[in-house]
């Protein structure tokens, strides 16, 4: 079946550090590919996305490239700031019933410190 | 746009009470659908609708009803609270043929 399995967590970082957030898939065929970050105390926001082999997906100085070799849709940021703490998830869509459903990893909480 | 609402934010109930969570968006998209998050578990889909009067099980749904009589709205009824449902759950839509969901804040539920 269809499913994301992400790093554990929680990461912890200084300010201006690099982040690495592993992801990897399992899907039949190719399969758009999420993140999507939770803030403290809210829901679930669209970070960036990819749809095809080879895109890359930026946002917020976050970015995410879709490989299809490997089954991976890592997350990177070159220098992560305080504001960057929160959950991320990793996600792929399905289709089931006709429509499309999120399938999500268990995420992994980032924490960054002054 | 309010996006999309849920209420309440918090709720503590006993064992065996009802109550419904709210859920509204103003986004007239078609699909909505209900999550549970749990910690060590990701999000996990309860239930789910393709527009109005239709709805359709997702991976979790024992314990909880939905309905779908407007575009808008999309409430979760929990008919026999139990300690197992204590969670946050969250509410999403997303509009047809694009794969952007849109979340509400979450309600927090306790049941003791």
């Known amino acids: 079946g269809n499913s994301v399995t992400q790093m554990e967590g929680p990461v912890t970082l200084s300010e201006e550090a690099f982040l690495t957030i592993n992801c990897t898939y399992t899907a039949t065929g190719y399969p758009s590919l999420f993140w999507y970050v939770q803030y403290p105390g809210e829901g679930l926001q669209l970070l960036l996305k990819?749809?095809?082999?080879?895109d890359k997906g930026s946002n917020k100085g976050f970015e995410a490239t879709y490989r299809k070799e490997t089954t991976s849709f890592h997350l990177e940021k070159g220098s992560v700031q305080v504001s960057d703490s929160a959950v991320y998830f990793c996600a792929l869509i399905r289709t089931q019933g006709g429509s499309e459903k999120l399938v999500f990893g268990k995420g992994t909480k980032l924490t960054v410190n002054p | 746009n309010a996006g999309v609402t849920q209420t309440p934010k918090f709720q503590v109930l006993k064992t065996g009470q009802s109550m419904t969570l709210q859920c509204a968006q103003d986004?007239?998209?078609?699909?909505m659908s209900w999550y549970r998050q749990d910690p060590g578990m990701g999000l996990r889909l309860i239930h789910y609708s393709v527009g109005a009067g239709i709805t359709d099980q997702g991976e979790v749904p024992n314990g909880y009803n939905v309905s779908r009589s407007t575009t808008e709205d999309f409430p979760l009824r929990l008919l026999s609270a139990a300690p197992s449902q204590t969670s946050v759950y969250f509410c999403?839509?997303?509009?047809?043929?694009?794969?952007?969901?849109?979340f509400g804040p979450g309600t927090r539920l306790t049941v003791l």
């Open positions: 986004m007239n998209h078609e699909y």
């Open positions: 999403a839509s997303t509009k047809r043929g694009t794969d952007t969901q849109y």
């Open positions: 990819a749809t095809k082999a080879d």
